[in-house]
């Protein structure tokens, strides 16, 4: 923002409280009635510019799955597009991501004879979520999947190659990327906006929203040259998006005052699996501006990452593919502590309730099976993911009770006979064989802040909700920067869904808006 502007501002909000706002504290109003009022006077306030310094018919902010499916399609529309990225380069989350996205009834599911459907889909969404999903937005990303995946292949050009599962889901459903990495279609997405015309500004950064006196979203302030982290770096200028704005800004796993602010335990202890930018202040902007934030403090620890590599690394995907093949350990006692193929927060709860690492070992044949060969190369050369001859080898260097280990290990090996687990119910897989050939890979885990659940107030055309619970004219959203679709746990794999999903919708909407002006 602008010294000038955010100075009068600031006086504009100060005075403003010190009338209507004090009021309406005093009467316990928070959120509601007067409170609301606050809210929309404030968005009010927001100070036009003299001079537009550029002018587009829809601008979208951020560079990851959702960003870049909206402007697809808004520009597909006939939208004239400027897409703004405050990193140097685009992809945010999206980019350093798995590239797995969850599918109902997709074609490999057929071919291995897994019965699924939209409504197997949901269920799984809603218990994983608690039923805190708004049903709707669940509803459509479970809906439109197929068409998504289609659109992904047909349309953009991006390559799925396999059928792989995920904790939480009630059957194998998600696919991959040819590349296990979400840049197996971000590139192809970007090079599709670019190919038909959609403009980008990189290192240009959103401050604010603009609104007219109406509280209609106009345009946004933006600094351009922006070096991150520095807020002071680059230069003030105006773009008025004559149709709509969509935000697509992804979380904020990354800063860590808001996310303290929204659930105290996550402080600087725990590191973030997300990309730096990941700071989320475009969601406060769009608060300032009269958005509705929701379900804030459900943000995600994802209990896959090792401490011994940084970042995402290469565990989570020996991890992810290996539950349900090789059990999960209390390096402590010797033995399972949690349903392996149990969602993310039950087995990130469960470490963090034992308040140290846990080891995930699998055997010769299951990992060589399940486990792509790049990730147990780059996991042993970085030391998170080490290969030892033994048990009794494993045993010794995590410090594990050997007997306890090997008992429970016979244990498991008669459950994966059975295809039963009577401890945990953990899913055993027709083709997982007992824990017995050398040699064993293995690894330490240990949660890190992976996802925000919660963010602005959507429906089910991906327009933003405003404080007086009508749709704030001008404004769309899609993506990690929206709450609602995922509650209280989102799914492995259904965020890329949601970002393409509601990415789209987001994009042909906006572009669907009249000129205001
Ligand atoms: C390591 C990792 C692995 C994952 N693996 C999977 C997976 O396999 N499957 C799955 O479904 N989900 C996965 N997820 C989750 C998923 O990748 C994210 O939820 C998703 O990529 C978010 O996409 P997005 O488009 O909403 O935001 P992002 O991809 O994060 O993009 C947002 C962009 O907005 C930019 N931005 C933010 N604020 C501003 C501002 N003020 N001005 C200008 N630009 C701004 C950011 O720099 C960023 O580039 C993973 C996440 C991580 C971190």
Request: glycine share 10%; net charge positive; aromatic share 8%.
């Amino acid at each position: 923002m602008s010294d000038e502007i955010s100075q009068e501002s600031e006086v504009t909000r100060r005075s403003f409280l010190k009338t209507t706002g004090a009021v309406a504290a005093a009467a316990g109003l928070a959120m509601t009635g007067l409170a609301a009022t606050v809210r929309q006077a404030e968005a009010a306030c927001g100070e036009m510019p003299k001079k537009w310094d550029e002018t587009y018919d829809v601008i979208i902010v951020g560079t990851g799955f959702a960003g870049l499916s909206a402007a697809i399609e808004a520009r597909h529309a006939g939208a004239e597009v400027l897409v703004i990225e405050k990193m140097r380069t685009h992809g945010g989350n999206s980019i350093i991501n798995g590239g797995e996205m969850a599918v109902a009834g997709n074609k490999w599911q057929k071919e291995a004879g897994i019965q699924d459907s939209p409504e197997l889909f949901m269920k799984d969404l809603l218990k994983a979520g608690s039923s805190l999903n708004h049903p709707e937005l669940a509803r459509t990303i479970a809906e439109q999947s197929g068409e998504a995946l289609d659109w992904c292949q047909n349309f953009v050009g991006a390559r799925f190659v396999k059928l792989v599962f995920h904790g939480g889901h009630s059957v194998k459903r998600s696919v991959q990327t040819d590349n296990a990495s979400g840049s197996g279609l971000v590139n192809p997405l970007f090079t599709k906006a670019k190919s038909m015309g959609v403009k980008f500004q990189f290192t240009t950064k959103m401050e604010r929203l603009i609104t007219s006196k109406e509280g209609r979203v106009v345009g946004l302030e933006i600094r351009k040259g922006y070096k991150f982290p520095d807020d002071r770096s680059g230069k003030a200028s105006f773009v008025k998006a004559r149709k709509a704005v969509v935000l697509a800004s992804g979380g904020f796993s990354q800063n860590v005052e808001l996310r303290q602010i929204q659930d105290p335990r996550i402080d600087s202890r725990f590191d973030s699996t997300n990309h730096p930018g990941a700071t989320g202040e475009a969601t406060l902007a769009a608060c300032q501006a009269g958005a509705m934030d929701v379900q804030m403090d459900w943000i995600q620890m994802g209990p896959w990452t090792s401490p011994d590599e940084k970042g995402f690394g290469h565990v989570p995907q020996f991890c992810e593919r290996l539950v349900g093949y090789g059990p999960m350990i209390d390096p402590k006692s010797g033995r399972r502590f949690i349903q392996e193929t149990g969602n993310r927060k039950v087995r990130a709860d469960a470490m963090m309730a034992l308040g140290y690492p846990t080891i995930i070992f699998g055997d010769a044949v299951n990992v060589k099976r399940q486990v792509l060969p790049h990730t147990l190369e780059k996991g042993m050369a970085n030391g998170a993911i080490k290969k030892f001859d033994t048990i009794e080898e494993l045993a010794a260097t995590y410090g594990i009770p050997l007997a306890a280990l090997k008992e429970e290990i016979a244990k498991w090996n008669s459950y994966v006979e059975k295809k039963k687990d009577p401890d945990f119910n953990c899913k055993i897989f027709p083709e997982t064989t007992p824990t017995v050939a050398a040699p064993f890979y293995a690894c330490r885990l240990w949660p890190r802040v992976h996802h925000c659940m919660g963010g602005l107030v959507i429906d089910k055309n991906a327009q933003v909700k405003g404080f007086n619970l009508k749709p704030l004219k001008g404004l769309y959203a899609a993506g990690e920067v929206t709450g609602g679709v995922h509650g209280a746990v989102r799914l492995g794999t259904c965020a890329m869904l949601d970002c393409v999903v509601f990415g789209r919708i987001a994009g042909k909407n906006a572009a669907k808006e009249k000129n205001w002006g």
